[in-house]
């Protein structure tokens, strides 16, 4: 995270997300091409969970946008929808939990703040209920293809809606 951040003091921000866009947009025409092409499937090896983890990291810290470096990685993974899930929750929970102490270290949390954030718990465990049930009966590959397309669409905005 603090690469993010000390990256968004030194370049432009429209260009960092021109670039963050540009290359999520390959990682998901690569995916998505692939999925049809095994011959040019790549597995990512495990000692590349730890650029990924700091490319995601300074993502997160410069635009708030870590999760599409991580959920690639995990969705590159052979591994199981559980574990993936798995992995991606952890992460995402010490990541969030940095952050919060960051900011609550820094201030940030007003009144305004607090309350914004009670009455949006209730949407939000709402929709993570909802989002194991459907887990729970999605198909691994077509989950996968959807996680892709909607990185591509991300990356879209990245690239020319900055």
């Not at 990256?7 to 997300?17: F, V």
């Not at 998901?28 to 000692?47: M, T």
């Amino acid at each position: 995270m603090p690469l993010g951040v000390y990256l968004l003091t030194i370049a432009p921000g429209p260009l960092l997300l021109k670039l963050l866009g540009g290359m999520f947009l390959c990682f998901a025409a690569y995916e998505l091409y692939s999925h049809s092409r095994p011959q040019l499937k790549v597995d990512f090896p495990r000692w590349s969970a730890f650029p990924v983890g700091v490319f995601s990291g300074a993502a997160s810290g410069a635009f708030n946008a870590g999760g599409p470096a991580l959920v690639s990685y995990a969705y590159a993974q052979t591994w199981s929808k559980e574990r993936k899930m798995a992995f991606l929750q952890a992460f995402f929970v010490f990541s969030g939990a940095i952050r919060f102490s960051t900011m609550l270290g820094g201030g940030l949390f007003t009144p305004d703040v607090i309350k914004l954030i009670l009455w949006g718990a209730i949407p939000v465990f709402t929709a993570l209920w909802a989002g194991s049930q459907v887990l729970r009966r999605a198909d691994p590959e077509k989950l996968k293809q959807a996680v892709y397309f909607f990185i591509g669409l991300i990356s879209l905005k990245y690239l020319f809606w900055t």
